[in-house]
């Protein structure tokens, strides 16, 4: 079986684009491949935090992936900072990744032009974390959304590196992103990846939203003045944000919705946009609470740390060796 690993950072509340671009692939990809999912918090820390609101999110997100379709029996879930072979491998490939590879990062570029001052060494760096993360697993397939897509060809590069330098040492992984989905835009700003740490909470819906709050923002997304329903994502961003929202929760394709909308108006759709939201908003909420209500996320996090630990281990020791950094004789 291939093995696949993916991961969010509890970086604030999750989001509609986090299920769409990436966890509703992840609860699909569970019973054909191997999969590992995590919790990215050293990802998150690369901004400041509050440190309790970092672990409420840390905790909603374990139970926001299960109640989205994660079985732990089937799916490793695990957190990375109690696994600090993540942080290991990190530097180890911080030490392997050129500057210019780094300042190329088009995420890096976006928030060193959105917030000048307060920029962490961590979040220029913080791409080769990411790919330890994936090396360190031999993940074949890496699903993310498209914002993502260059961290993993920079965790590539990076294992194509360390194996020509070293010796075979790490799977070489591949991105997968999907078709349709893989950027859901502000509602407010349509031309902007919605975001979980972007301050404009009319645009963006979170999965704890209270359902009726969720759909009063679809019917006020900003769409455009042709009034003509189509897909056409360059010229009618918003209104291609909504196909693509509905199409994505009732797995209708955007053609057929397309084809059912012709000679009628966009508070028409929206009004079935912002029930589809409500309705998937209702049931995902209905499981969270009950999982919260369990008690057994810690568990469950045990479980899969210790899984994912012993791979980490392993992987860590041989780099090691590769490294020249262990000087025990074997
Ligand atoms: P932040 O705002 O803190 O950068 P984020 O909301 O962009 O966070 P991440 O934790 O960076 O979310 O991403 C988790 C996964 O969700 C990644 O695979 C990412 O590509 C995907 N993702 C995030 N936002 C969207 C979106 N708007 N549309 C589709 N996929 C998304
Ligand atoms: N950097 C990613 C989260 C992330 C990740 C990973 C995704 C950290 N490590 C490994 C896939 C594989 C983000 O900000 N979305």
């Not at 769409?20 to 191997?34: K, L, N, W």
């Not at 009726?212 to 291609?240: F, W």
């Not at 369990?294 to 590769?322: F, H, L, M, P, T």
Request: glycine fraction near 6%; charge should be positive.
């Amino acid at each position: 079986m291939k093995r696949m690993l993916s991961g969010v950072k509890p970086s604030g509340r999750l989001t509609l684009g986090n299920y769409i671009g990436a966890i509703r692939h992840f609860v699909s990809y569970q019973e054909d491949y191997e999969l590992f999912i995590f919790i990215a918090n050293m990802h998150a820390i690369t901004v400041q935090n509050d440190p309790q609101e970092l672990k409420k999110n840390t905790r909603d997100l374990i139970a926001l992936y299960m109640a989205c379709g994660l079985d732990p029996e089937k799916t490793t879930l695990f957190l990375q900072s109690d696994l600090p072979q993540h942080t290991e491998l990190g530097w180890i490939l911080t030490c392997h990744s050129y500057m210019g590879e780094l300042q190329r990062m088009t995420q890096y570029k976006d928030k060193c032009a959105k917030q000048e001052t307060g920029i962490t060494a961590g979040l220029f760096t913080y791409p080769a974390l990411m790919a330890a993360d994936i090396l360190m697993y031999d993940a074949d397939y890496v699903p993310v959304g498209v914002d993502q897509k260059q961290h993993v060809e920079l965790a590539r590069n990076l294992a194509e590196r360390f194996n020509h330098r070293y010796g075979d040492t790490f799977i070489v992984p591949e991105p997968v992103v999907a078709e349709v989905g893989a950027k859901i835009m502000s509602l407010q700003n349509p031309t902007k990846k919605m975001s979980k740490s972007e301050n404009n909470p009319k645009g963006t819906i979170d999965l704890l939203d209270e359902p009726s709050v969720a759909r009063k923002k679809i019917m006020s997304a900003i769409t455009d003045s042709l009034g003509i329903i189509q897909y056409d994502p360059e010229n009618q961003p918003g209104l291609a944000n909504l196909l693509t929202i509905l199409s994505s929760l009732t797995n209708e394709s955007i053609d057929s919705i397309v084809k059912r909308y012709q000679g009628k108006g966009y508070g028409d759709l929206k009004k079935e946009v912002g029930q589809a939201v409500y309705d998937f908003l209702s049931e995902l909420q209905v499981k969270y609470q009950a999982i919260i209500a369990s008690g057994k996320i810690d568990e469950i996090i045990q479980n899969g740390n210790e899984k994912a630990g012993k791979i980490a281990y392993k992987k860590v020791a041989k780099v090691k060796r590769k490294l020249g950094l262990s000087i025990q004789k074997r």
